[in-house]
Nanobody, 115 residues
């Protein structure tokens, strides 16, 4: 079992920045993959960024150059630095990890970008 708790969401003006953090209940070394997804109102959940086995990163085209995913092994957190935010980045952001063939999700954190 893995528990994930997201934090760092909020309201920000377009062009601003936010940093999301996902705290895991066990060592992130044990995860096969970890990442962030988002879901806007009326839309499907979509990948934002992820760290894959071997340490590589993968970003959705719509966040490349603006968002950075990172891991803190000492704190067991997966962070998402979001810069140059746009109104279309508004949504609920979810942390996701794969552990022993199962996918685990956090409860989500709301990000609202005002234009």
């Amino acid at each position: 079992q893995v528990q994930l708790v997201e934090s760092g969401g909020g309201l920000v003006q377009a062009g601003g920045s936010l940093r999301l953090s996902c705290a895991a209940s066990r060592s992130i070394f044990s995860f096969n993959a970890m990442g962030w997804y988002r879901q806007a109102p009326g839309k499907q959940r979509e990948l934002v960024a992820r760290i894959i086995s071997g340490g590589g990163t993968d970003y959705a085209d719509f966040v490349k150059g603006r968002f950075t995913i990172s891991r803190d092994n000492a704190k067991n957190t997966i962070d998402l630095q979001m810069n140059s935010l746009k109104a279309e980045d508004t949504g609920v952001y979810y942390c996701n990890v794969f552990f022993r063939t199962f996918a685990y999700w956090g409860q989500g954190t709301q990000v609202t970008v005002s234009s």
